[in-house]
């Protein structure tokens, strides 16, 4: 709520609402290049990671609230990729009415004087999600941000080994390196994994070559409007305006998803 105030009083083009204590901001997207869609990071697809999300609508009483399909999905046993609010944002034309969308819920919902307890937000913007036919969120289905806690999915497998094992140790190294500089924000992530939320000084060309193109065209908008990777502590609104150069080049592809691909 104190976010939709903040934006209702200024002129902006793109916004993010990140936490405010632990999440990074590594490279913000320019606005030209951003798709009509709904930015918001990724959190998981562990069965524990449901439970969580079950559990917080039914403590906070939106369970019962909530529509047919989202709660339906919530009861099942099905995967469910769930959505993490610590980074959300967009184009001003998309942001905005969804971002007043979860106030108008959110107002409703505690109107009725239901339990006070946290995860209410979390709810709100997976409804939403839901909803949603199209969205631009984070690993390991898009740039928006690294893997939370720095966990690699379960279906992240080593590509070079060869048994079906977990993607891990120099797996995950090989990763990092490979994807460097393609993430906006970080969440919850080891300290030692903010060096590669930015393009290496040098080698990248030759340890990614297919990556080059997006390298310079990332090296050139960071160049021009000196962007540089910062912990995001002290304020919880990052407003972005419309600079000339895209992030992404029109001739490289982002390579999404970040699975690798299985051998054999």
């Not at 590509?159 to 140790?169: K, N, R, T």
């Amino acid at each position: 709520m104190l976010i939709n105030s903040i934006l209702a009083a200024r002129e902006w083009d793109c916004a993010f609402a990140l936490d405010l204590t632990d999440v990074a901001a590594l490279t913000l997207p320019p606005c030209d290049s951003l798709p009509p869609q709904l930015v918001i990071a990724s959190d998981g697809s562990s069965k524990h990671i449901k439970q969580w999300l079950f559990k917080s609508a039914r403590r906070t009483g939106m369970l019962n609230t909530t529509f047919d399909a989202f709660r339906q999905m919530l009861l099942s046993r099905d995967p469910y990729m769930a959505r993490n609010c610590g980074v959300v944002g967009g184009r001003r034309e998309v942001f905005f009415p969804l971002l007043r969308k979860a106030v108008r819920r959110l107002r409703a919902h505690w109107a009725t004087g239901p339990p006070r307890f946290a995860g209410g937000d979390m709810v709100v913007w997976n409804e939403i999600a839901f909803n949603e036919s199209a969205l631009i969120t984070g690993y390991p289905r898009g740039p928006v941000n690294l893997p939370i806690f720095g966990s690699m999915w379960l279906d992240h497998k080593d590509e070079l080994s060869e048994f079906d094992v977990h993607c891990e140790g120099a797996c995950r190294h090989r990763w990092l390196n490979r994807t460097r500089g393609l993430y906006w924000f970080a969440h919850k992530v080891p300290p030692t994994w903010f060096q590669y939320g930015t393009w290496p000084k040098r080698n990248c060309s030759a340890a990614c070559p297919e990556l080059l193109p997006l390298h310079r065209s990332c090296r050139a908008y960071r160049h021009k409007f000196h962007t540089k990777p910062f912990r995001q502590r002290a304020h919880s609104v990052a407003v972005t305006a419309r600079p000339r150069i895209p992030l992404f080049a029109a001739e490289a592809a982002p390579p999404w998803p970040m699975v690798a691909p299985r051998r054999g």
